[in-house]
């Protein structure tokens, strides 16, 4: 089975530049959330989707957003870029649809992510 | 508000002996799943193991086993006999019952495997 995809895997852009990731997650899975790795912060939730809505968002600006498609696919993009933009996007990608956070189908599969730096 | 605590920033093992990666978490919910992850330089977060806050049995994958203190709040990872390829930052994380795809994750505890 193949594994959660991303790309591009690297991108430099420059400050004001919009950029747009794409993810396609693992057959199957409806799931795919979104995550900010920086050195400062750490890891941050962006926002996930299942089912082409966006069932939860986290603390970033409406410059962040995203979208998913009837296959899954997900894109997030980025506008008006800022130097602190600059980070590892992750992608991660999940089969569970409900509540049910007992044994299996709730684990969360990420990508290899986009290096994204921004000049 | 959930909280992910993990208190070893760094440390030095050696070669084929076990290791325990501390996370202790903090949580008013009842159903939660607790995550471990491990992260090589290249970046890629790898899925190690996942226990559930109802799930009986301390979860094990392969070399990989969660010990999970419920009542102390603590779902350590152990590794078995590590290998040099388990150099790496490894991260606890948890989601509760309406995070849905929503991971909060520790820190992270970098280890460094020496022969």
């Known amino acids: 089975k193949a594994g959660v995809t991303q790309t591009p895997r690297y991108l430099i852009k420059t400050r004001g530049q919009q950029v747009t990731l794409s993810c396609s997650p693992i057959s199957g899975h409806r799931s795919v959330s979104w995550y900010q790795q920086t050195p400062g912060q750490g890891l941050q939730f962006l926002f996930e989707y299942f089912s082409e809505t966006q069932r939860n968002k986290g603390n970033f600006p409406g410059r962040f957003s995203g979208r998913q498609f009837s296959n899954s696919r997900s894109e997030m993009n980025v506008s008006t870029l800022e130097l602190g933009d600059s980070a590892l996007y992750l992608c991660?990608?999940?089969?569970?649809?409900?509540?049910?956070?007992?044994?299996?189908?709730?684990?969360?599969?990420f990508g290899p992510g986009t290096r994204l730096t921004v000049l | 508000a959930q909280k992910i605590t993990q208190t070893q920033p760094g440390m030095f093992v050696q070669e084929k002996e076990a290791v325990t990666l501390d996370c202790t978490y903090d949580?008013?919910?009842?159903?939660?799943?607790l995550f471990w992850y491990k992260q090589p330089s290249s970046g890629e977060m790898i899925f190690l193991i996942y226990q559930g806050s109802y799930d009986e049995q301390n979860a094990t994958e392969g070399r990989y086993s969660l010990n999970f203190q419920k009542a102390r709040k603590s779902a350590n990872l152990v590794i078995s006999a590590s290998q040099l390829g388990d150099s790496a930052m490894y991260f606890c994380a948890m989601r509760g019952p309406d995070s849905w795809g929503k991971l909060q994750f520790g820190a992270g505890t970098q280890v460094v495997v020496t022969p």
């Open positions: 991660a990608s999940s089969y569970h649809a409900d509540y049910k956070l007992s044994g299996r189908g709730n684990e969360q599969f």
């Open positions: 949580t008013s919910d009842q159903s939660y799943g």
